[in-house]
């Protein structure tokens, strides 16, 4: 009995320790095949890092169907599976900042290409219609009053009208062009979500750029006439009261 009991140890043993050094080190490998996100709370996950957008994280874990934003400020580390750290104690390591578009979803490359991709031409719609209408009214005028000798009066205002409303719908135009391009190539894929998802996400995106571009035209604008107010006239308090003739 002892002698069985003996043999069976020497043979099962060598078996189990086997299969305990290879379970362990397939656990091994499996761990550095994944990022690896430590929360400031010590929580270690594995998973898929994806991208860093203003003070988020996007990381998918292991278990996880999709890419979650984490706040910075809760990640004490984000080591990738190449040994590069994209965080350190709350801190974005400038050195990785590259989106990689592969890894994102369905959703998410809808919004990336239209949101930082294709919308963003549209932050200089404003100051190029601005400039391409103040051109235009200039020519307008100085054809008006130099070609066809028409009063300054008279053609000023239709010199802005006209001019000013080519320069615009002309700058618009050149725009949406682009637009139009982009989208056939869109529909080209075939994926009537991802059609649908950017679509949406560019619309919102290119509206929310002119009107702030258009916004901070208006306030540079407001304070260039304020500055040049200041300096010819002296300010609001540039000129006092006077009844004495020398005043003049």
């Not at 930082?116 to 219609?129: E, G, I, N, Q, T």
């Not at 235009?136 to 009053?145: D, N, P, V």
Request: proline share 3%; aromatic share 10%; with cysteine.
């Amino acid at each position: 009995m002892t002698k069985h009991l003996t043999l069976l140890v020497h043979r099962i043993f060598p078996l189990l320790l086997f299969i305990g050094l290879a379970w362990g080190q397939s656990n091994l490998k499996k761990e550095s095949d994944f990022d690896k996100l430590v929360s400031k709370g010590g929580t270690i996950f594995l998973g898929e890092y994806s991208r860093i957008e203003g003070s988020v994280a996007y990381f998918k874990p292991t278990k996880a169907s999709a890419f979650q934003g984490v706040p910075i400020n809760r990640i004490q580390s984000l080591k990738l599976k190449d040994g590069q750290t994209i965080i350190k104690n709350g801190n974005v390591n400038k050195i990785r900042t590259v989106v990689d578009h592969e890894k994102l979803s369905l959703e998410e490359k809808a919004i990336y290409d239209a949101a930082k991709k294709d919308a963003k031409r549209w932050f200089a719609y404003p100051p190029l219609a601005l400039i391409g209408a103040g051109g235009l009214a200039t020519a307008t005028f100085s054809i008006g009053e130099n070609i066809f000798e028409v009063d300054d009066s008279d053609v000023l205002l239709p010199s802005i009208i006209g001019g000013g409303s080519l320069g615009m719908i002309g700058s618009y135009y050149l725009f949406n062009k682009l637009d139009k391009n982009k989208i056939e190539a869109i529909n080209s894929f075939d994926n009537e979500d991802y059609e649908k998802l950017y679509l949406q996400e560019f619309k919102r995106r290119k509206s929310e750029n002119i009107i702030l571009s258009g916004a901070l035209i208006g306030l540079a604008t407001g304070l260039t006439v304020l500055l040049l107010f200041e300096s010819t006239v002296g300010g609001w308090g540039g000129y006092d009261v006077c009844f004495d003739p020398r005043c003049d």
